[in-house]
């Protein structure tokens, strides 16, 4: 954004994007899952882009602790950055029904990536 409220549009990324989600829930089993498609283009780049996850979440103790696994794929659509995969997993534990404690680790050397490996700890408290 320049000065004066002036938007510089040769700094914007222009994205089309179309996306599809779902869940469903069975028994303590809460499936999810969403699917995206489009084009970014900025000047005279234009790429396609897509991407997907899906996700699983046990409720152990329900609105206490929860389990959950996830599986994330996104491409960019260029070349020089390759797609990333992700396989990430979380314990979640609520000690109120807004406060939560989770802790998560993200696993990201699927497909020989390059990306690091990430573990998580966090505390959720709304004000």
Request: glycine share 8%; with cysteine.
């Amino acid at each position: 954004h320049a000065p004066g409220g002036v938007i510089d549009k040769s700094r914007l990324l222009f994205k089309r994007r179309f996306a599809v989600d779902a869940a469903y829930r069975i028994w303590k089993l809460d499936i999810l899952g969403e699917a995206n498609y489009g084009k970014d283009h900025v000047a005279e780049m234009r790429t396609n882009v897509q991407g997907y996850y899906g996700r699983m979440d046990f409720n152990l103790l329900p609105r206490k602790l929860i389990l959950s696994c996830q599986y994330d794929f996104w491409d960019d659509g260029l070349e020089e950055t390759g797609d990333e995969h992700t396989f990430s997993g979380a314990v979640t534990y609520y000690l109120n029904n807004q406060v939560f404690i989770r802790t998560a680790y993200a696993y990201q050397k699927l497909k020989d990536s390059p990306r690091p490996n990430i573990g998580t700890l966090q505390l959720y408290l709304p004000y």
